[in-house]
């Protein structure tokens, strides 16, 4: 099965930097993504990694490392528009959940003046 | 290009009722997947169809709940004889295709049960 740990809330200033962590334990592996979830609305995708290492994105990065089971997302020049709510979700390997995607609970971020 | 489509946007019915949610998934793609949020809690996978196919059913509840994805129309996730646990908004994802690809949300269906 899949086990995804992420924290439930943070709390940053607008302009600032802030780190959102994601650890997982899977039957099966992937990739890993990031969704972006304002209250109400549909997901939105902000970020896809398979391989170990950095994508970056504009003011959005995401860290991959595999064999800790780890990844981030890095939000820069924060915005009010920004407070959201932050999914890390996994995708299952062949013998793992196929396709499907797998999500934490989700990370609330308030981005304060 | 219209995104993944859902409706009703809300829907209330009192138990014992049938509940009906429709998703029209992106043009061209053909795998369909649904999901269910609680409030405060993380979206939660129920069941992922291609076109008259269901592929992964492993996040659906044993009764009262079904799913279909005909050749032609939108998929149908179907509650019978609704309770109020299942008060949740349900979202529905699509995809061109199979692994590799990212899935694209609809803006869900907020069940409420009376």
Same mark, same amino acid.
């Given at each position: 099965?899949?086990?995804?740990?992420?924290?439930?809330?943070?709390? =940053?200033?607008?302009? =600032?930097?802030v780190?959102?962590?994601?650890?997982?334990?899977?039957?099966g592996?992937?990739?890993?993504?990031?969704y972006?979830?304002? =209250?109400?609305?549909?997901?939105?995708?902000?970020?896809y990694?398979?391989?170990?290492?950095l994508e970056?994105?504009?003011?959005?990065?995401?860290?991959?490392?595999?064999?800790?089971g780890?990844?981030?997302? &890095?939000?820069k020049?924060?915005?009010?528009?920004?407070s959201?709510s932050? &999914?890390?979700a996994?995708?299952?390997? &062949?013998?793992g959940?196929?396709?499907? &995607?797998?999500?934490?609970?989700g990370?609330?971020?308030?981005?304060?003046? | 290009?219209a995104?993944?489509?859902?409706?009703?946007r809300?829907?209330?019915?009192?138990? /014992?009722?049938?509940?009906r949610?429709?998703?029209?998934p992106?043009? /061209?793609?053909?795998?369909?997947?649904?999901?269910?949020?609680?409030?405060?809690?993380?979206?939660?996978?129920?069941?992922?169809?291609?076109?008259?196919?269901? $592929? %992964?059913?492993?996040?659906?509840?044993?009764e009262? +709940?079904?799913?279909? +994805?005909?050749?032609e129309?939108?998929? $149908?996730?179907? $509650?019978?004889?609704?309770?109020?646990? %299942?008060?949740a908004?349900?979202?529905?994802?699509?995809?061109?295709? /199979?692994?590799?690809?990212?899935? +694209? +949300?609809?803006?869900?269906?907020?069940?409420s049960?009376?």
């Amino acid at each position: 099965g899949q086990n995804i740990d992420q924290p439930t809330e943070m709390t =940053a200033t607008e302009g =600032a930097i802030v780190q959102i962590n994601c650890t997982y334990q899977t039957s099966g592996f992937n990739g890993l993504f990031w969704y972006q979830q304002h =209250a109400g609305e549909a997901p939105t995708f902000l970020s896809y990694n398979v391989l170990d290492g950095l994508e970056e994105k504009g003011r959005f990065s995401s860290f991959l490392s595999r064999s800790k089971g780890y990844s981030y997302l &890095l939000l820069k020049e924060l915005q009010m528009k920004d407070s959201a709510s932050y &999914l890390c979700a996994v995708r299952g390997g &062949l013998t793992g959940g196929g396709n499907k &995607l797998t999500f934490g609970t989700g990370t609330q971020l308030k981005v304060e003046l | 290009n219209a995104g993944v489509m859902q409706n009703p946007r809300h829907l209330v019915r009192r138990r /014992g009722q049938e509940a009906r949610l429709r998703c029209s998934p992106m043009k /061209g793609h053909s795998h369909v997947y649904w999901y269910r949020q609680l409030p405060e809690e993380g979206l939660k996978f129920m069941v992922y169809l291609q076109k008259e196919n269901i $592929i %992964d059913e492993s996040g659906m509840p044993k009764e009262r +709940f079904s799913a279909e +994805f005909p050749k032609e129309g939108p998929s $149908i996730l179907r $509650i019978q004889q609704v309770v109020r646990g %299942d008060s949740a908004a349900y979202f529905c994802a699509s995809s061109p295709q /199979g692994a590799g690809e990212k899935l +694209f +949300f609809g803006s869900g269906t907020q069940l409420s049960v009376l």
